[in-house]
């Protein structure tokens, strides 16, 4: 996911543009978790967290988004202690080995060819973090996807076209990555981009904030 934090346009309001309403933090340094929240029309603050994402020895890959997604959230709290606060981590899953991002085109190219022709699953790990009364909702969203038998110079021409090092597996699903698969089975297509929305908009009106309201 990307590094770079920018402040969200829409956070100008206090309260999330809700009158009396409690501000909302996403937790989150990452470009594509902010474009995905941004579809929901609330606006929110986004915060970059500050947590060691190495996975704990022993620890399955579905453990781990979890665990990483509540403890983004946490480490902002105290800064934003009246806010409601996103947290957001994938883990890919390929046959219990995590898969994380390549970061370097070298190792996006041995990782896009170990891949190839299998199914992975891409955990993603969800909260709704209550800073007030440090209450939380988890959740961790599953994405089955089954990668089509590519060559080595399909992958070169994909990492050539598509900067997606900084994601998952490097993947971007929401643009060329598609041609990497043959199949994506879900029950919310955003969790493979990094923020399961439609969960979170249950999570949301669980605590009365409504994006159609």
Do not use: W
Not at 56 to 80: D, I, N
Not at 118 to 147: I, K, M, N, P, Y
């Amino acid at each position: 996911m990307s590094t770079k934090t920018t402040q969200n346009a829409a956070t100008a309001e206090p309260g999330g543009g809700r009158p009396g309403a409690r501000p909302l933090v996403l937790a989150s340094s990452s470009v594509y978790r902010r474009e995905l929240l941004q579809r929901l029309h609330l606006p929110f603050t986004p915060v970059r967290p500050d947590v060691d994402e190495t996975p704990l020895p022993g620890e399955r890959p579905r453990e781990t988004a979890l665990r990483l997604a509540e403890a983004k959230a946490r480490s902002v709290m105290a800064r934003h202690g009246d806010a409601f606060i996103i947290g957001s981590d994938q883990v890919a899953d390929a046959d219990g080995e995590p898969i994380g991002k390549p970061e370097t085109a070298e190792r996006a190219r041995a990782m896009l060819l170990r891949l190839s022709g299998r199914t992975v699953v891409f955990h993603t790990g969800l909260v709704l973090l209550d800073a007030h009364r440090s209450e939380c909702q988890t959740a961790v969203v599953d994405v089955r996807s089954t990668f089509r038998t590519v060559s080595a110079s399909e992958i070169d021409r994909y990492l050539e076209r598509e900067a997606a090092l900084d994601c998952a597996g490097g993947v971007k699903i929401e643009a060329l990555g598609i041609a990497l698969f043959s199949a994506v089975e879900s029950d919310d297509p955003t969790a493979l981009i990094g923020l399961p929305l439609i969960r979170l908009i249950d999570m949301l009106h669980a605590v009365g904030i409504r994006p159609l309201g």
